[in-house]
């Protein structure tokens, strides 16, 4: 209280007199030794006034410690005061912004958001957390460490393992197993290596040590996500989780029980992920009719794997399959291979991995009955139907038959309806900000879906993304995914990666809203670094506005193009057009310089000269 105040301004005061003055006092053991000239001359006193002294300095330090203590404990109450006032009114004034505005804030925030310090947050009142995520795959990790970062008390719910698919199922292990199979097919690529220089001879693998591989990364990125959450102070809670309403949680036991608890929360996410979706009618044993849920695992090479689906998934199966010995057969619904490809690209990606490797397929034919075998013993049969006519026109036999017909949200008990919610095709409807919407269309206020789990787009990455929106706009800054920013990849050799739209689309809307829409493109053959390792087969593609200089959407198809697509979706979500990007430069000789060439080549009508350079640059 006040008596306090006053004992110390009056310890404070005593200590500025005495600090003034000219005399300085050194204590050594239990004796003070002057070093005026004065004091000098009475140091042979009395022992009694030395203790004097030696009492008396220690009590002039003991105040001055609790002048000190006093003074830092003002100052900080003053800088949090300050600090909560300033967060308060920067709240107050997001919370107020118009919805016409959310856009442009949204980008405007994603541009700055490595300059902004995070907004500290106090736990929401009469609940256990201010935020529960419910499941730890990369979307439920990326939205709980920005959680935390930002101040919220953060719990992550976890009925399996952590990781979820990505991890365990998916994006970690079928690259460990790319990037071994990879190396073996240059290896054994002799002709590929002599205009290299180099000569390998009887070049082998062992097939159990590459699967090993892939678990051992497993098991290192499933830790590392552990460990990264606990570090933040994220409370990991084990169980299958379903709502109570709309700020309450059951979660623990098996799939369909509940058995760990009841938790509430001011916010809660769903980020439940997905499962493979297998059509009706074929049959899964995981030995001989699998997904990509068992084929990871690499238990067995089949002499011949048929793979229904010829998406991101089967591509970079056959990929693994043929670089290890195994002939690969497509079964693909559409009419045509490839069928979410631009066209334009797919056809070159056809030209480079499936014509001169072990691999044929067939279109507009569906895999209506696919019945199991036995290794080594009794084919797979697999019942082929047309597309159009919806008759069967072919049964094929084969070793091994790989399902890659896509995945379907993992959203069954989470007693969406004690929420009034409804999936559609078993996705969680949500607005722009992945706000999940009743029955009627309204919000359900605290309660958000992220990932595979809302369909916006099925993406480990994306999933995080939004995650991490979703925090954002708790805390009050107004977030809004733009999804054709985000960029996807398929990891064969070489890889294929894009942003945005395919021509085809950009085409198609440009006609409904009134745009004009052009194509810049560029070969890996003009490129030096490519040529240098021998790897230049590719091509990119730009597809932009000539008027605006907006980027509508990117194909890189070529050695290490996912890497080189970032830059591009990092420009379109930042809004960055052609005008600004136009006269950048890339060291020589990068691969970088593809995406350069397609800045430069870009032709606007502006009158901006385009930049033509030499073929190999």
């Not at 085409?507 to 030096?528: D, L, P």
Request: hydrophobic share 40%; proline share 4%; net charge neutral.
């Amino acid at each position: 209280g006040i008596f306090w105040i006053i004992d110390n301004a009056f310890n404070i005061i005593i200590i500025i007199i005495i600090r003034s003055h000219h005399t300085k006092t050194t204590l050594v053991g239990t004796l003070t030794v002057s070093k005026t000239p004065a004091t000098q001359k009475r140091r042979r006193g009395s022992r009694r006034r030395r203790l004097v002294e030696v009492f008396f300095f220690l009590s002039l330090e003991t105040n001055k410690c609790k002048a000190d203590m006093f003074c830092a404990n003002f100052t900080q109450r003053v800088v949090t005061s300050q600090s909560s006032f300033l967060g308060e009114r920067k709240r107050l004034h997001n919370a107020t912004q118009t919805s016409s505005a959310v856009r442009k804030a949204s980008a405007s925030s994603r541009g700055k958001a490595g300059r902004r310090a995070h907004v500290k947050v106090s736990a929401a009142a009469n609940y256990d957390y201010d935020l529960i995520i419910i499941g730890a795959g990369v979307g439920g990790h990326g939205a709980a460490i920005h959680a935390a970062e930002c101040g919220l008390k953060t719990a992550i719910v976890e009925g399996d393992v952590m990781g979820g698919t990505c991890v365990n199922r998916g994006c970690v292990p079928s690259k460990a197993l790319l990037a071994a199979s990879g190396r073996v097919r240059d290896m054994k690529n002799a002709d590929h290596l002599k205009h290299l220089g180099i000569a390998v001879d009887n070049v082998s693998f062992d097939r159990q040590g590459i699967a090993d591989h892939a678990e051992d990364l497993v098991q290192t990125i499933r830790g590392n996500l552990t460990r990264s959450m606990e570090g933040v102070g994220v409370d990991i809670l084990t169980g299958n989780a379903g709502f109570v309403d709309n700020h309450t949680i059951s979660y623990g036991g098996s799939p369909g029980t509940i058995t760990g608890g009841k938790k509430t929360a001011k916010h809660i996410i769903i980020a439940t992920g997905s499962k493979p979706f297998v059509p009706p009618g074929i049959e899964i044993d995981n030995k001989t009719v699998f997904t990509s849920d068992a084929g990871l695992k690499l238990d067995w090479l089949p002499p011949w794997v048929a793979i229904i689906g010829s998406g991101y998934i089967g591509l970079e199966f056959s990929d693994v399959y043929t670089a290890l010995g195994s002939d690969v057969t497509f079964i693909e619904a559409m009419p045509i291979i490839m069928p979410g490809f631009d066209r334009e690209i797919a056809k070159l990606a056809e030209r480079v991995l499936i014509s001169p490797r072990n691999i044929d397929y067939v279109t507009n034919k569906f895999a209506t009955k696919v019945t199991p075998g036995i290794p080594g013993e009794k084919p797979v049969t697999i019942e082929l139907t047309d597309a159009t006519t919806k008759e069967v026109v072919d049964v094929m036999e084969v070793d091994a038959c790989m399902v890659a017909t896509g995945r379907s949200p993992y959203t069954d008990g989470l007693n969406l309806n004690n929420l009034k919610v409804e999936t559609q095709r078993g996705f969680v409807p949500t607005n722009e900000k992945c706000q999940v919407l009743d029955t009627e269309g309204n919000v359900v206020e605290g309660v958000w879906c992220i990932g595979d789990a809302n369909g916006k787009l099925m993406l480990a990455h994306a999933a995080s993304t939004q995650g991490i929106s979703c925090v954002e706009n708790m805390v009050g800054r107004e977030n809004v995914v733009n999804h054709e920013a985000i960029p996807a990849a398929c990891f064969t050799h070489p890889e294929v990666s894009f942003v945005g739209l395919t021509e085809e689309q950009a085409r198609e809307r440009a006609e409904k809203e009134g745009f004009t829409i052009a194509t810049c493109k560029t070969s890996f053959k003009a490129n030096s670094k490519a040529l240098a390792e021998k790897e230049a087969d590719g091509m990119a593609k730009l597809i932009y506005d000539p008027k605006s200089g907006k980027m509508y959407g990117a194909w890189i198809f070529g050695l290490h193009a996912a890497d080189l697509v970032h830059e591009i979706s990092n420009a379109i979500n930042n809004e960055q057009t052609l005008y600004d990007l136009k006269f950048t430069t890339k060291a020589h000789p990068t691969l970088s310089e593809v995406v350069e060439e397609l800045y430069r080549g870009a032709k606007l009508e502006d009158g901006m000269p385009s930049q033509k350079l030499s073929p190999a640059r």
